[in-house]
């Protein structure tokens, strides 16, 4: 005779059959309801001064992502702590190394170079659930460190026009990148870059037009302005998604604690899937990634 013994109700980790063509939810509204995006076939551009709450919106994405059965992860923190709890998480975890990020992103373009001739071959434009293959994450943490701050001027240029082609051309082949700076600037940001975001979040801005550099233009004109923003209200932020109304959120708060506990269980779920490798270098991208 067998009994049924009733399944725990706490501490039960939840997310294996979650996708990266599912809503992620990033936090409420004004009104109290949830913001969910759809990151497969967009990118995700966030800008704000230091403190404003950037990370915990990458966090966000990074935890939904780390859960996924088809997401793979590509991690680019030049400060090693704000992603670096997911670094067991990831196929690559690159820190202040601007060598180490121009590989891992020319790596990235050859993947997505090896996808669009497949789906050539098949007579189709984009990747879809049904295909199995990985959505790799790209998340940035400081654009401007990389193109900015670290490396030759050459290096420095090199990582802007990757980036810039795995923004443009990675959406259709299942590469969203995921960016954030904390100097909303042209020089760091030109429109032509901006506009590839198809989801652009501006967290408080110590000018309009800073605020309009992430945004778009005009926008802090017709009121939408995070210079509004009060600097103790860390977290909010206008979300604007393509062709839409710039709308007041704010980012769902994930603790080091509860970080820590996600990417853990994240880690162990890939671990005996072979979804990344224990050092973080990947020897297996391809179509098929």
Same mark, same amino acid.
């Given at each position: 005779?067998?009994?049924?013994?009733? #399944?725990?109700?706490?501490?039960?980790?939840?997310?294996?059959? +979650?996708?990266?063509? *599912?809503?992620?939810?990033?936090?409420?509204?004004?009104?109290?309801?949830?913001?969910?995006?759809?990151? #497969?076939?967009?990118?995700? +551009?966030?800008?704000?001064?230091?403190?404003?709450?950037?990370?915990?919106?990458?966090? #966000?994405?990074?935890?939904?992502?780390?859960?996924?059965?088809?997401?793979?992860?590509?991690?680019?923190?030049?400060?090693?702590?704000?992603?670096?709890?997911?670094?067991?998480?990831?196929?690559?975890?690159?820190?202040?190394?601007?060598?180490?990020?121009?590989?891992?992103?020319?790596?990235?373009?050859?993947?997505?170079?090896?996808?669009?001739?497949?789906?050539?071959?098949?007579?189709?434009?984009?990747?879809?659930?049904?295909?199995?293959?990985?959505?790799?994450?790209?998340?940035?943490?400081?654009?401007?460190?990389?193109? &900015?701050?670290?490396?030759?001027?050459?290096?420095?240029?090199?990582?802007?026009? +990757?980036?810039?082609?795995?923004?443009?051309?990675?959406? &259709?082949?299942?590469?969203?990148?995921?960016?954030?700076?904390?100097?909303?600037?042209? *020089?760091?940001?030109?429109?032509?870059?901006?506009?590839?975001?198809?989801?652009?979040?501006?967290?408080?801005?110590?000018?309009?037009?800073?605020?309009?550099?992430?945004?778009?233009?005009?926008?802090?004109?017709?009121?939408?302005?995070?210079?509004?923003?009060?600097?103790?209200?860390?977290?909010? &932020?206008?979300?604007?998604?393509?062709?839409?109304?710039?709308?007041?959120?704010?980012?769902?708060?994930?603790? *080091?604690?509860?970080?820590?506990?996600?990417?853990?269980?994240?880690?162990?779920?890939?671990?005996?899937?072979?979804?990344?490798?224990?050092?973080?270098?990947?020897?297996?991208?391809?179509?098929?990634?």
């Amino acid at each position: 005779m067998t009994t049924a013994t009733t #399944a725990p109700t706490a501490g039960v980790p939840v997310g294996p059959g +979650l996708s990266m063509f *599912d809503p992620i939810f990033v936090g409420i509204d004004e009104f109290g309801q949830h913001v969910n995006i759809t990151l #497969a076939y967009r990118n995700l +551009l966030a800008g704000g001064e230091p403190g404003g709450g950037k990370s915990g919106l990458l966090n #966000a994405v990074a935890a939904h992502a780390a859960l996924c059965v088809d997401s793979r992860l590509v991690l680019l923190d030049g400060k090693l702590v704000e992603l670096g709890q997911w670094e067991d998480c990831a196929d690559a975890f690159i820190g202040p190394d601007i060598a180490a990020a121009l590989a891992v992103l020319r790596r990235l373009q050859q993947v997505m170079n090896n996808r669009y001739a497949w789906l050539r071959a098949h007579g189709r434009r984009k990747v879809t659930p049904a295909d199995g293959l990985s959505v790799i994450t790209v998340l940035v943490d400081e654009i401007a460190f990389y193109s &900015a701050t670290i490396g030759s001027k050459q290096e420095q240029e090199e990582f802007v026009a +990757l980036l810039r082609d795995l923004v443009a051309r990675g959406r &259709a082949a299942g590469i969203p990148v995921v960016a954030a700076t904390q100097r909303p600037s042209f *020089d760091i940001i030109p429109t032509s870059l901006r506009d590839l975001f198809g989801y652009r979040a501006a967290f408080r801005c110590t000018t309009p037009n800073s605020s309009n550099i992430v945004l778009g233009h005009g926008w802090a004109e017709q009121g939408y302005s995070a210079t509004d923003i009060a600097p103790t209200n860390q977290g909010a &932020a206008y979300l604007i998604a393509e062709g839409g109304v710039p709308r007041r959120i704010k980012v769902a708060y994930l603790s *080091d604690a509860q970080i820590a506990g996600i990417a853990d269980y994240a880690a162990w779920i890939r671990r005996p899937s072979g979804i990344t490798t224990p050092t973080g270098s990947p020897s297996d991208w391809g179509i098929a990634a």
